[in-house]
């Protein structure tokens, strides 16, 4: 299987604190792959790094043969890679349509991007009743699928997921990760962040398990959910 | 009738506080600075004009667009040297003394160069303007000119930020930078042309301003800086119409207690209204309360 994405001993601080203590992992082209783990583990900060928005202190980044740690920030969507950040981010202030089109930011070809809106309005039709709509009054699980939707207009190889699930009813959670499912079946490989460990093994491969910087366990999605300590310390059994 | 003409002046007035408070709240609201030395870049566009136009003797088009440029330069320089390295400082202080320390600087270097005795600005628009109902109406050139430009403005603003991929860009930057980074957007690059439009504002505000009062010295744009401050403010800062807005109320309520009421006690009015209106509204005339759904 071909790797699409590699993590090497990756260490991040905030000022003396040690957020990721030299974690390592991958992820192979076509996998959703789940990292769990609680509050204040790393998930998001690792998730921050791998798109620029945090620096790297050490270790490394390698996407498709390419290093991302020296790389600006806004560079990286143009790569391939995009990310649907936690607490969902949309622009408040501006129309869904707008938010769409900011998705495209890096792509030039109009053709191609109207085309990628008609496969996102496809995949979420109730984006397209609200494009005129102020991303800010749409209700939490709408600005959800508009992140979605923001992030899949990059055209992505790969997406990064934070914490989908939070504060959403559980109507809306089961809806979001069978969309999940459905864009990973397109091709777009996924690493899926969520404190939902139940959800996030239910749809990946393989998953790894953060706890305070470091990863304490990996392995195939369905044996870490019949793992005792998993089951024990996040799947509540 | 000199109601009307006392109004139209304050309209006048209220246009170019509104074009320096635009550049004032473009900063503020996607740089999420407050440009305190913004109202000094006036000043530096006057000195250009002035100087420029004497050099040339008259050419005042030429002038202007000169000061329009070298404005704008100075305004990207002085985000990347001075406020630039700031971004991201453990407080939003550090910023805004730095803004200050700038605006200390513009008026003493011009002090250097050209002294503290104030110059007589020759007016850039040498219309005479219109004359109305007999003579009993006269609208001078400058404040026809004036009104005109600031609606110019504003109209081309609000199509560069609403149909341009990089007035949208600055709005997403004003919103979120770290999703906007997300999307690809370069925030810095984002900032700096957001300073440069700014700066080109306040070289306009400039010329208009001292063709309208012809007087200048090293601290003509300090008062009028301030004013356009309180107009981005009561406007609803980080709000473009908003600014437009605020200005032309202050202007307008400037002229009036000035003529009505009291010339020295206008400012006290001005600031007064101000601070009614945040009492009432504390996001100012169109601030939005931004409600976050978490």
Redesign the interface.
């Known amino acids: 299987m071909e790797t699409l994405l590699e993590i090497k001993d990756l260490s991040v601080y905030y000022g003396v604190i040690q957020a990721l203590k030299g974690i390592s992992f991958h992820v192979n082209k076509g996998e959703v792959v789940a990292l769990i783990g609680a509050n204040g583990a790393g998930k998001t900060t690792t998730l921050?790094t791998l798109?620029?928005?945090i620096q790297a202190d050490k270790g490394s980044i390698t996407y498709k043969g390419q290093e991302l740690t020296k790389l600006?920030?806004?560079?990286?969507?143009?790569l391939g890679m995009?990310?649907v950040?936690e607490?969902?981010?949309?622009?408040?202030?501006?129309t869904v349509l707008?938010n769409l089109?900011?998705?495209a930011?890096?792509r030039k070809d109009k053709a191609e991007l109207e085309e990628t809106l008609k496969t996102v309005y496809k995949r979420f039709p109730r984006l397209e009743e609200r494009k005129n709509q102020l991303a800010?009054t749409?209700?939490?699980g709408e600005?959800q699928m508009l992140a979605m939707g923001?992030a899949l207009m990059?055209h992505p190889e790969i997406i990064l997921m934070d914490e989908p699930s939070m504060?959403l009813s559980p109507i809306f959670v089961n809806e979001i990760f069978s969309i999940i499912e459905d864009v990973n079946k397109d091709g777009v490989t996924v690493l899926l962040v969520e404190q939902n460990a139940k959800k996030a093994l239910s749809i990946a491969n393989r998953a790894y398990v953060l706890e305070t910087g470091s990863i304490v366990k990996e392995g195939d999605a369905k044996e870490l959910m019949n793992d005792e300590s998993i089951k024990k310390a996040y799947l509540g059994e | 009738m000199s109601f009307l003409t006392y109004f139209i002046n304050g309209l006048s007035l209220g246009s170019i506080y509104a074009i320096i408070a635009l550049g004032y709240t473009m900063v503020y609201g996607i740089a999420k600075m407050l440009n305190f030395a913004h109202g000094d870049f006036i000043m530096v566009g006057c000195y250009i004009i002035f100087s420029v136009s004497r050099a040339l003797s008259g050419n005042s088009i030429v002038a202007i667009i000169i000061s329009i440029v070298l404005c704008t330069i100075l305004g990207i320089t002085t985000e990347f040297v001075a406020y630039r390295p700031l971004r991201g400082a453990a407080s939003p202080l550090a910023v805004l003394i730095t803004a200050i320390g700038v605006s200390y600087l513009l008026e003493n270097i011009a002090l250097l160069i050209f002294g503290a005795d104030v110059k007589s600005f020759t007016s850039v628009i040498k219309w005479e303007g219109l004359t109305f109902a007999d003579g009993q109406l006269r609208i001078q050139g400058v404040t026809i000119v004036t009104i005109v430009v600031s609606i110019v403005i504003l109209i081309t603003l609000q199509l560069f930020i609403n149909k341009t991929?990089q007035g949208?860009?600055m709005?997403?930057v004003a919103?979120?930078r770290?999703?906007?980074?997300?999307?690809?957007?370069?925030?810095n690059k984002t900032i700096m042309l957001t300073f440069a439009i700014g700066s080109a504002l306040a070289a306009v505000a400039g010329a208009l301003l001292c063709s309208a009062y012809p007087s200048l010295s090293p601290y003509t744009g300090a008062m009028p800086g301030i004013k356009a401050f309180v107009a981005a403010v009561l406007g609803g800062i980080g709000s473009i119409p908003g600014a437009m807005i605020g200005g032309l109320v202050l202007g307008i309520v400037e002229i009036l207690s000035k003529t009505y009421i009291s010339s020295q006690l206008s400012d006290a009015i001005v600031f007064g209204i101000l601070v009614l209106v945040l009492l009432i509204k504390p996001t100012g005339i169109l601030g939005?309360q931004?409600?976050?759904?978490?």
């Not at chain 1, 600006?72 to 143009?78: E, F, L, M, Y």
């Not at chain 1, 607490?87 to 501006?94: D, E, S």
């Open positions: 921050h798109s620029g928005l600006a920030g806004n560079k990286i969507v143009s995009a990310q950040p607490g969902r981010r949309v622009f408040a202030q501006m707008q089109k900011m998705g930011y890096t800010g749409l209700s939490g600005q923001r990059s504060g | 991929k949208q860009a709005l997403a919103e979120d770290g999703a906007a980074t997300l999307m690809g957007i370069n925030v939005k931004v409600q976050v759904k978490v």
